[in-house]
């Protein structure tokens, strides 16, 4: 759990974070905005209506769509990350609790732990 106060430049999580986010919101905005270049382009050649609007309001639009793109974008690659870190962390948390089995299995002396031991078909006759 985070501490309140904690200086969050330092935390290494929160930064990987905040460029993922930042990486998805540039990405969301150059294939948005891409889309609506387009989309800009072919309602300038089949419509009137979109020819008649003030180049301010078209760039309104474009601009509109890049937010958006960049919204949904940065907002899929956080909840990805999220995902990401919570599985490694599973990970390391159960490797952590199967060490600790292991040790606590091969200090009682069981045979055939970890390939010591007196296991079948390893037995040395004399």
Same mark, same amino acid.
């Given at each position: 759990?985070?501490?309140?106060?904690?200086?969050?430049?330092?935390?290494?999580?929160?930064?990987?974070?905040? $460029?993922?986010?930042?990486?998805?919101?540039?990405?969301?905005?150059?294939?948005?905005?891409?889309?609506?270049?387009?989309?800009?382009?072919?309602?300038?050649?089949?419509?009137?209506?979109?020819?008649?609007?003030?180049?301010?309001?078209?760039?309104?639009?474009?601009?509109?769509?890049?937010?958006?793109?960049?919204?949904?974008?940065?907002?899929?690659?956080?909840?990805?990350?999220?995902?990401?870190?919570?599985?490694?962390?599973?990970?390391?948390?159960?490797?952590?609790? $199967?060490?600790?089995?292991?040790?606590?299995?091969?200090?009682?002396?069981?045979?055939?732990?970890?390939?010591?031991?007196?296991?079948?078909?390893?037995?040395?006759?004399?």
């Amino acid at each position: 759990m985070r501490q309140q106060g904690s200086n969050l430049t330092k935390d290494d999580e929160a930064n990987q974070a905040k $460029w993922e986010a930042t990486r998805g919101a540039v990405s969301g905005a150059a294939k948005y905005g891409a889309f609506a270049a387009v989309a800009g382009g072919l309602a300038y050649g089949f419509s009137p209506l979109y020819r008649g609007l003030t180049v301010q309001f078209k760039v309104y639009i474009q601009m509109s769509c890049m937010i958006l793109g960049g919204m949904l974008e940065a907002d899929r690659r956080t909840i990805a990350y999220q995902h990401r870190m919570r599985h490694q962390k599973r990970m390391a948390r159960d490797m952590e609790v $199967w060490r600790r089995f292991e040790e606590d299995f091969e200090s009682k002396g069981t045979p055939g732990v970890g390939g010591e031991g007196n296991v079948k078909g390893n037995q040395s006759e004399t």
